[in-house]
T-cell receptor, first 115, second 113 residues
Framework: DTEVTQTPKHLVMGMTNKKSLKCEQH?????MYWYKQKAKKPPELMFV???????INESVPSRFSPECPNSSLLNLHLHALQPEDSALYLC??????????????FGPGTRLTVT | DQQVKQNSPSLSVQEGRISILNCDYT??????FLWYKKYPAEGPTFLIS?????DKNEDGRFTVFLNKSAKHLSLHIVPSQPGDSAVYFC????????????FGTGTRLKVLA
C-alpha cells in the first residue's frame, strides 16, 4: 500500500471559519509533510513532522496549525484564513532517512478556497 | 531565492522521440535529487531519483543524469508516450539531518501523437 489519503478533496470556507484538513498513511513512514501549491507554481514546504515531532516550520503564519496525533495521521487546522491562502494543500510522507529511501509519497491534495 | 530552477516552463515532443527535461540548482549541499510527475488535480508522483555520488540512474524509459560540477540534472524519457504528458518537477534534498525538499518550478511536457 503506497497510498496517502487526504480529506476533504475540496473545501470552501469563510475568513472567520475554523476547519481542518486530514492526511493519513499506512506505509509506516515516520516523516510527514504539508505543502501549499498555487497554480503554475511548485509545491512550497510548510511543515515537516519527524517521528511525530515538528521538525520544520517554514515561517508559516499562525492561522495554520499542524498536528500529528500519531505516526499515521497528520492534520492541518485552519483559522481566520485570508483569500490569498486559497491553494492546493498537499500532504506527503517518506521513510526515515536511515533507510536510504528518500522519495516522498503525495496525497491527491485538498483544494481550498477562502471566500 | 529559487534554489532549484527549471528554466523551460514547457516542452513539446513528438511521440516516440526523446524528451529531455532540465533542472539547475544553486546549493552545493544538496546530495539527493528526485523527479516527480504531476497530473492536474492529483498529487505529484515519484518517478526516479539520484544520489550525488552517482552521475546516472536508469529505470525503464526514464534516465536521470547528474553533473555536480555544473549543478545540473536532466531527465531523459525514451521513447516518449502521450501518457507522459504532465508537469514534471525536480526536487533537491539532503540524505542526512533535515527532511527538507526544495522543488523546482516545473516543466509542462506535451507529447504529441
Amino acid at each position: 500500500d503506497t497510498e496517502v489519503t487526504q480529506t476533504p478533496k475540496h473545501l470552501v470556507m469563510g475568513m472567520t471559519n475554523k476547519k481542518s484538513l486530514k492526511c493519513e498513511q499506512h506505509m509506516g513512514h515516520r516523516a510527514m509533510y504539508w505543502y501549499k501549491q498555487k497554480a503554475k507554481k511548485p509545491p512550497e514546504l510548510m511543515f515537516v513532522y519527524s517521528y511525530e515531532k515538528l521538525s520544520i516550520n517554514e515561517s508559516v503564519p499562525s492561522r495554520f496549525s499542524p498536528e500529528c496525533p500519531n505516526s499515521s495521521l497528520l492534520n492541518l487546522h485552519l483559522h481566520a484564513l485570508q483569500p490569498e491562502d486559497s491553494a492546493l494543500y498537499l500532504c506527503a510522507s517518506s521513510q526515515d532517512r536511515g533507510t536510504g529511501r528518500y522519495e516522498q509519497y503525495f496525497g491527491p491534495g485538498t483544494r481550498l478556497t477562502v471566500t | 531565492d529559487q534554489q532549484v530552477k527549471q528554466n523551460s516552463p514547457s516542452l513539446s515532443v513528438q511521440e516516440g522521440r526523446i524528451s529531455i527535461l532540465n533542472c539547475d540548482y544553486t546549493n552545493s549541499m544538496f546530495d539527493y535529487f528526485l523527479w516527480y510527475k504531476k497530473y492536474p488535480a492529483e498529487g505529484p508522483t515519484f518517478l526516479i531519483s539520484i544520489s550525488s555520488i552517482k552521475d546516472k540512474n536508469e529505470d525503464g524509459r526514464f534516465t536521470v543524469f547528474l553533473n555536480k560540477s555544473a549543478k545540473h540534472l536532466s531527465l531523459h524519457i525514451v521513447p516518449s508516450q502521450p501518457g507522459d504528458s504532465a508537469v514534471y518537477f525536480c526536487a533537491a534534498s539532503f540524505t542526512s539531518g533535515t527532511y527538507k525538499y526544495i522543488f523546482g518550478t516545473g516543466t509542462r511536457l506535451k507529447v504529441l501523437a
